[in-house]
């Protein structure tokens, strides 16, 4: 996904090839789930302005006109600026070719300016946001960003103690757009990689020593990303990034790279180089490897549905995967394929929630409890429900009262009656009788 450099570079492109320029002509998308206002109204404030600055915050960049409202673009997991004519950057998931139609069926946002030279923004994932804003600074997102990891850097000083008042691991830390705005996934595990710092190490407990080389890791990665325009072509053949990417993990340097879950996030890591320290030195870390997408990425939250909010968690069966029945497991709630068998997945149409059947001991191959009513069992074996016997009465029956002495005579004579098997052995060993004429 873009982060600072590709971002900047977009930024560089429309200041050096779109300022002092007049919009002639504007086509806003009709997609409301990435245009936050008002498609017609948009398109309208932009016409005969003049693009005066490009500006970025983090991920975030905005175009100042010589009159509000401003253009303001969150470019999400895909976002990205194409200038006719102009390479501006090339990065992952980038989903515009040059060859492709003009204007992309993706974007978004078009202008055509009064030289004649056309730019776009565009999602093919639909993770974007474009606004249009009055004062973006003073308003959400862009008020809630922390200093600009490029523009606005910490001083090692201030680094140090801004970790020492943090609880939690430090990848987390460098995702959190408030704290320093602009480091996504890859930068964040680039500078970990490179600082030999481990992603779920808790900030507050890091050295001054550790938290110094991360510093400067931050430093010169951004700065370098950012010098070749984040070509990743250009990055240094030893960095992380070059082997993050593989559907399997890989090997930097000859060390192995592992996939875990830190800070919501899929993180590459290289376990010989990143290990943790202090009182978390003895803890296990446990690798993914499910932590990859199709696409060879590692996978970003929510990337597999335009819907970016947290999905409910599904149960799966033990035997989907690929382990032996649990002794808890009820085999009546799997289905035919293993998989955890839901509500109505049997055809039924009906899929709000049933009520529970009781099974009894018999219908799941154990022998009768001794707790058991041998009255309240059906002629198959199964739990006999209230009115079972075809009365239609459903209502709860009273119950009735029964002394122990009513109960032991009961029992005694239930023992020296004769069962009904008994009646017919006796039945078959009797001769009948011959009638004398």
Known sequence: MPELPEVEAARRALEAHCVGRRIRRCAVADDPKVVLSDRVAFERAMVGRTIVAA??????LWLRLDAPPFPSFQFGMAGAIYIKGVAVTKYKRSAVKSTDE??????KF????DDGLEFSFTDKRRFARVRLFDDPETVPPISELGPDALFEPMSVDNFVESLRK???GIKALLLDQSFVSGIGNWIADEVLYQS????????SSLTRESCEALHQSIQEVVKYAVDVDADSGRFPIEWLFHHRWGKNPGKVDGKKIEFITAGGRTTAYV????????????????????QVSNDGDAKEAGEDDDDPKPRKRVAISR????KPPSRKTNPMQVSEDGGAKEVGADGDDDLKPRKRVAISRAARGKPPSRKTNPMQVSEDGGAKEVGADGDDDLKPRKRVATSRVARGQQNKDAASAPSRK??????AKKKPSIEQG
Do not use: C, M
């Open 102 to 107: 003009w204007p992309s069926k993706y974007s």
């Open 166 to 168: 943090k609880k939690i």
């Open 196 to 203: 030999r710092t481990h992603p779920l190490q808790i900030a």
């Open 271 to 290: 376990p010989q180089l990143q290990k943790l320290t202090g009182t978390q030195s003895g803890k296990a870390v446990v690798a993914d490897p499910r």
């Open 319 to 322: 035997a989907a995967r690929g």
């Open 422 to 427: 008994t009646e017919e052995i006796a039945g």
């Open 55 to 60: 500006r970025r915050r983090g991920k975030n």
């Open 110 to 113: 078009f202008v055509e300016l």
